[in-house]
């Protein structure tokens, strides 16, 4: 059993940045990959970013490529997205998942959900 709780969701203007953190506990937290994810009411979850246990490898929603930037500390049981050049769009609940592939983009294929964190941007 892994458990995830984020944190770091604010309201931020058009440009800005924020730091989102997703701290692990549970057997083998490290040995996941951690995916975040994007949802908006009355919308599906989307894929973000995610990376690969040992941090070796990550993987970006085309339209987060340049401005998103996940890492992780294993040390800390942390993984963080920070997040650049906000924009609108970007708005909504943030979530950090625990899933045994980098690769995998599918909420379903996750296995562990923290609650999310509020991420309002504004023009």
């Known amino acids: 059993q892994v458990q995830l709780a984020e944190s770091g969701g604010g309201s931020v203007q058009t440009g800005d940045s924020l730091r989102l953190s997703c701290a692990a506990s549970?057997?083998?937290?490290?040995?996941?990959?951690v995916g975040w994810f994007h949802q908006n009411p009355g919308k599906e979850r989307e894929f973000v970013a995610a990376?690969?246990?040992?941090?070796?490898?990550?993987n970006y929603a085309d339209s987060v490529k340049g401005r998103f930037t996940i890492s992780r500390d294993n040390d800390k049981n942390m993984v963080y997205l920070q997040m650049n050049s906000l924009k609108p769009e970007d708005t909504g609940v943030y979530y950090c998942?625990?899933?045994?592939?980098?690769?995998?983009?599918?909420?379903?294929?996750?296995?562990?959900w923290g609650q999310g964190t509020q991420v309002t941007v504004s023009s």
């Open positions: 990376i690969s246990g040992s941090g070796g490898a990550t």
């Open positions: 549970g057997r083998a937290s490290s040995g996941y990959a």
């Open positions: 998942a625990a899933g045994l592939s980098v690769w995998r983009v599918v909420p379903t294929q996750y296995d562990y």
